[in-house]
């Protein structure tokens, strides 16, 4: 599951529960990783993060090693640029080593 809106990963501390916000929700409906943000996102940035994020799955990365490259690759793009304002919200919960399988869309 990807939540790539503003703040999708923040809400509040419920002591040794944890963070209370809608990863949560989808952790127990039985999403076995998810990304989300935790503060708010750059939209521009956030839809080119997005296209290397869903490229490097699509070849074969698990869901933490995707977004890992796709930082990286995005960092390299903006240089001196790449503050981690943008590249740092994105985090994964769960199970980061979840392959996604694509199959061939019909045309």
């Known amino acids: ?59 074969g990365r698990d869901v933490s090693d995707a977004l890992r490259l796709a930082k990286l690759e995005m960092r390299r793009r903006l240089g001196p640029n790449a503050t981690p304002y943008f590249w740092g919200p994105f985090t994964v919960v769960g199970d980061g080593l979840t392959r996604v399988k694509f199959t061939p869309s019909a045309k």
């Open 1 to 59: 599951m990807t939540l790539s809106a503003c703040d999708t990963g923040a809400g509040r501390i419920q002591g040794q529960e944890g963070v209370a916000n809608i990863v949560r929700a989808f952790l127990y409906a039985g999403s076995r990783s998810i990304v989300s943000t935790l503060w708010e996102v750059d939209d521009t940035f956030t839809a080119a993060l997005m296209k290397r994020f869903y490229a490097n799955l699509a070849a």
